[in-house]
């Protein structure tokens, strides 16, 4: 639990992600003067609360009626405990209404939860507004840059010889990360994004069908992610630490602006920053999965916030202090945002290195479709890889001519 909840803020920290336009739980209400109203909400009150800023709602949550000073059985609210209806809800909607249900499990004593329509609002608005505006950015400057740039050529002439870029085994565990990436993105997507787009162009029943088989591929695929995930990591990992190298490559902005390529071993910056974005967002999102697909058993953020809020980061950010008590539906809608939050992020980054991978340089697809990558291609691209493979291959053993 601590690894996770470590990886989870560094995923915090590494990426600046926070959620501002969510109004804070532990934000200071202003007081308010209740005497003219017995204690009831008043008009700002009611107009802070539609603003979502935070309502002082101390005298109002222990407001919920006292038993030892209940009236008779045949006096007016005698049957009730000495606590009104009004008061009984109250307790219900904070909480602390003396209550037993069927039901038994970490969120079976929470009736009422008032910021779950602030989840709603966020989910429904920014997150898909903002994520929309992400995918259709990235899209839309890859385009305009292969219009500018054009595709990205073998300088040089090709020598018809071939290099083993990748095993079998490479090329599996990044087409299995691929695929199943893919699939989560567009099941995602049809989630997310279906009751506000498909179900006015095709209808309630049409979209019925569509989401509930994007759920059931959505979370079982999302096993064959995760999987891939530590097979990329051990795979590659020893390969993309940074050095000396990359910052000549950032520098020549991997000569894909011309004025030649930059040399690089197995790995280039650029590729570098891919791989760790895949296994640190990666992570993160699977962290946030793994708890949405077991509700209520793996709460994540009220330790997290509780972290960050002890670092003064936040504050100093003009975040306020984080929420540090939740409850188990706020702790799952916090994990549903930040789930979908980080995979826009991710997908952003992907489609930019499928666009390099495919249409954007010649040869770049070989490596991952055969394996075999034409030699030039390799000089160009990953020159101090290519020596190291010549080198390695010298001073391979020779097999034995037979004897006569």
């Not at 209404?97 to 970490?106: F, K, L, N, Y």
């Not at 999302?222 to 630490?241: E, G, K, Q, T």
């Not at 101090?384 to 001519?401: H, I, M, N, Q, S």
């Amino acid at each position: 639990m601590t690894l996770l909840r470590s990886l989870l803020l560094l995923t915090v920290l590494s990426i600046g992600l926070a959620l501002p336009s969510v109004p804070s739980a532990q934000e200071t209400a202003p007081a308010t003067d209740r005497s003219a109203t017995g204690g009831a909400s008043t008009l700002d009150d009611i107009l802070r609360r539609q603003q979502g800023l935070p309502v002082d709602d101390a005298a109002r949550a222990d407001n919920i009626g006292n038993p030892d000073a209940a009236a008779g059985i045949s006096d007016q609210l005698g049957t009730l405990g000495g606590a009104s209806d009004p008061e009984l809800w109250r307790g219900l909607r904070f909480n602390s209404a003396d209550i037993t249900t069927q039901i038994r499990g970490p969120a079976s004593e929470v009736l009422i939860q008032d910021r779950g329509m602030w989840w709603v609002l966020f989910r429904e608005g920014p997150l898909l507004t903002y994520g929309g505006y992400l995918l259709l950015g990235t899209i839309g400057a890859l385009a305009l840059f292969y219009l500018l740039r054009g595709r990205v050529m073998i300088d040089g002439q090709k020598t018809g010889r071939t290099i083993e870029r990748f095993k079998n085994f490479e090329r599996f565990g990044h087409w299995l990360l691929a695929g199943s990436f893919i699939l989560l993105g567009i099941t995602g997507l049809l989630s997310l994004m279906g009751r506000k787009f498909l179900i006015p162009a095709f209808g309630h029943d049409s979209y019925a069908w569509l989401a509930t088989g994007s759920k059931w591929v959505h979370n079982n695929v999302s096993w064959a992610f995760m999987l891939a995930l530590v097979m990329i990591f051990v795979m590659w990992v020893v390969h993309n630490f940074p050095d000396k190298t990359d910052l000549k490559w950032l520098a020549k902005g991997g000569g894909l602006f011309g004025g030649g390529h930059p040399p690089a071993k197995k790995f280039n910056a650029g590729q570098k920053m891919i791989f760790w974005s895949t296994i640190v967002l990666g992570v993160s999102i699977s962290v946030s999965g793994i708890s949405l697909l077991f509700p209520f058993e793996l709460p994540l953020f009220a330790k997290t916030f509780a972290i960050l809020n002890s670092t003064g980061l936040p504050e100093m950010m003009g975040f306020g202090i984080l929420p540090e008590a939740m409850t188990p539906h706020e702790e799952m809608q916090y994990a549903q945002l930040w789930h979908s939050i980080v995979s826009f992020v991710l997908m952003a980054i992907i489609l930019a290195h499928i666009y390099i991978g495919s249409v954007g340089m010649e040869g770049a697809f070989d490596a991952m479709g055969n394996g075999m990558v034409e030699e030039q291609w390799a000089k160009e691209h990953h020159s101090l890889w290519v020596e190291e493979v010549k080198e390695r291959d010298a001073k391979a053993p020779r097999d034995a001519t037979p004897a006569e």
